[in-house]
T-cell receptor, first 110, second 113 residues
């Protein structure tokens, strides 16, 4: 069975500090991973997907198959990065349904 | 484009009742997925609809059923409500490929008393 683990429910960093949100997964096949974000009073939205290899809003995430991890990183956090972040794994089958972790609430302090 | 719209935004039901939630997908999208999000948890996949058929289903009982209409809008029905069905129900739309790049609605908050 596939599983996504986000070990930190809460994470606080100061503005300008580096930030890393951890995500580990369990999946027997070739994984496709995502980060979704929910800002205060906004809808859940896609931040990035690993196959795009993009940097969105300064965030990057590298898939490490050996460690089964997909940690989200940003070198210099901004206050507007404060949000709930969900790591998600896409499943097999035509529907490609997402299995989400339980989320990490990031707070960037001034 | 209003994106994904869901109704109602909030509703309260009692145990044993039935509920219908509605969703209109983002313009241009043809696939609708439903997720349940319990408090403090990530969203959990209920099922996905494409071409008016249930394409895949998550680990939810048959009390949860759905429908997709020719205009791609969708309904989620839950029968014989239990207290544990209290949650935020999220509708997400996508293209059929890639079906995992989702645009989410704001959700319908269901409280079962």
């Amino acid at each position: 069975a596939q599983r996504v683990t986000q070990p930190e429910k809460l994470l606080s960093v100061f503005k300008g500090a580096p930030v890393e949100l951890k995500c580990n997964y369990s999946y027997s096949g070739s994984p496709e991973l995502f980060w979704y974000v929910q800002y205060s009073r906004q809808r859940l939205q896609l931040l990035l997907r690993h196959i795009s290899r993009e940097s969105i809003k300064g965030f990057t995430a590298d898939l490490n198959k050996g460690e089964t991890s997909f940690h989200l990183k940003k070198p210099f956090a901004q206050e507007e990065d404060s949000a709930m972040y969900y790591c998600a794994l896409s499943g097999p089958g035509s529907a490609r349904q997402l299995t989400f972790g339980s989320g990490t609430q990031l707070t960037v302090l001034p | 484009d209003a994106g994904v719209t869901q109704s109602p935004t909030h509703l309260i039901k009692t145990r044993g009742q039935q509920v219908t939630l509605r969703c209109s997908p983002k313009s241009g999208h043809d696939t609708v997925s439903w997720y349940q999000q319990a408090l403090g948890q990530g969203p959990q996949f209920i099922f996905q609809y494409y071409e008016e058929e249930e394409r895949q289903r998550g680990n939810f009982p048959d009390r949860f059923s759905g429908h997709q209409f020719p205009n791609y809008s969708s309904e989620l029905n839950v029968n014989a409500l239990l207290l544990g069905d209290s949650a935020l129900y999220l509708c997400a739309s996508s293209l059929v490929v890639p079906a995992n790049v989702l645009t989410f609605g704001a959700g319908s908050r269901l409280t079962v008393l």
